[in-house]
């Protein structure tokens, strides 16, 4: 069996990434990665569904015990992947999504190079801040840290393998799927695979 290929997806909040990651899980029978997390629940969120809740003294722990794949601090919360699930569905040969934040993803990247990375970007900063105020989800002083902290984080999508402007969600969804697309094609020819296909080459001078 085949090893899973992780994709690792990326974006400031307000990018619509949410919508874009739905779509492709659906369509291409993708396997969350479900994260942990310190902060509160938001409405309608599921504990082991959209994350594990953890307290600080819980996920403290788990970090003493190696059992984050990367971990990170965002706006005063510890995020983090939990390493034995995600190894668990790749031996599987599943294709996991992982949805984490920009310094998370930087560090995983260094574990796990065979992973496809995708970095969601707005169209504009002014459009991000736009898309967070309509959301009418948090105060405004919380919009504003989230706007300065994306505006830190754009500059890392260049260490991306694929980066997607979602100017247009339609377009942004069709963009994605050429991502996984890519990122199949491209995984065929790494590994074990690529011996086989320079011999195919070299054979017919």
């Given amino acids: 069996m085949n090893r899973g290929t992780l994709y690792i997806v990326t974006a400031p909040s307000g990018c619509g990434k949410g919508t874009i990651l739905e779509n492709a899980a659906d369509k291409h029978g993708l396997v969350y990665s479900v994260s942990a997390t310190t902060r509160h629940p938001r ?17 403290e722990k788990m970090i003493k015990d190696d059992g984050f794949l990367e971990y990170a601090e965002y706006c005063g919360n510890l995020y983090g992947t939990p390493r034995a699930a995600v190894e668990k569905l790749l031996d599987e040969g599943k294709d996991v999504l992982l949805e984490i934040e920009v310094q998370g993803a930087m560090n995983i ?3 796990l190079p065979q992973a496809a990375t995708v970095f969601i970007l707005p169209p504009s900063i002014k459009e991000l801040r736009r898309r967070l105020l309509k959301r009418a989800t948090e105060m405004p002083e919380v919009v504003e840290q989230r706007v300065k902290q994306a505006i830190c984080e754009i500059p ?9 402007i979602n100017d247009d969600i339609d377009n942004a969804i069709r963009d994605f799927d050429a991502c996984i697309a890519a990122a199949k094609h491209l995984r065929k020819c790494r590994g074990k695979d690529i011996d086989n296909k320079i011999t195919e080459v070299l054979k017919n001078e």
Avoid at 43 to 57: M, N, P, T
């Fill in 156 to 164: 890392f999508a260049k260490y991306f393998d694929f980066v997607i």
């Fill in 43 to 59: 409405a309608g969120e599921i504990d082991g569904v959209h994350y594990f809740f953890k307290s600080r003294e819980e996920f």
């Fill in 109 to 111: 990247m260094d574990k």
